[in-house]
């Protein structure tokens, strides 16, 4: 099945994708890999997906929604932090001793979500379509 392909400026494709990055890019390609990686797995994406549409929410409130234990929770939290699409923030709340923990989707996070595995779910009747009609070519 024919494709759209990301071209550089001159309309050619680069020999190494890397090349695709700009030329002050933040990121490797390789961190970018890694992020979509680590959304790969069922429980770090429902954990994505509940940060970028439900906003920042505590290791207990996330429990709640998603229904694991706290060690599961961790685990996975700390992957999606470490791969950067998810930011671990500490306040003290007035009249409170201690930290308060909340977890917040950061901008790549989000990115890789809604333009990421989101948009395929969304565009899975346009795939449909396509492979239907090149389907029919044959």
Do not use: C, W
């Not at 779910?121 to 389907?135: H, K, L, P, V």
């Amino acid at each position: 099945m024919a494709t759209n392909h990301t071209q550089t400026a001159g309309g050619e494709f680069p020999e190494d994708p890397e090349e695709l990055l700009p030329e002050e890019s933040v990121l490797s390609l390789d961190e970018y890999l890694a992020m979509h990686a680590a959304v790969g797995h069922r429980t770090r994406y429902e954990i994505l997906y509940r940060l970028v549409h439900g906003g920042d929410m505590s290791p207990k409130e996330l429990e709640g929604v998603i229904g694991i234990d706290d060690s599961t929770l961790h685990y996975h939290l700390n992957k999606l932090v470490d791969v950067g699409l998810v930011e671990k923030r500490q306040q003290t709340e007035r009249g409170q001793d201690g930290l308060y923990t909340y977890y917040r989707a950061t901008v790549f996070g989000e990115v890789t979500l809604t333009k990421g595995v989101d948009e395929l779910i969304r565009g899975e009747e346009d795939f449909e379509t396509m492979y239907n009609s090149s389907a029919d070519r044959r």
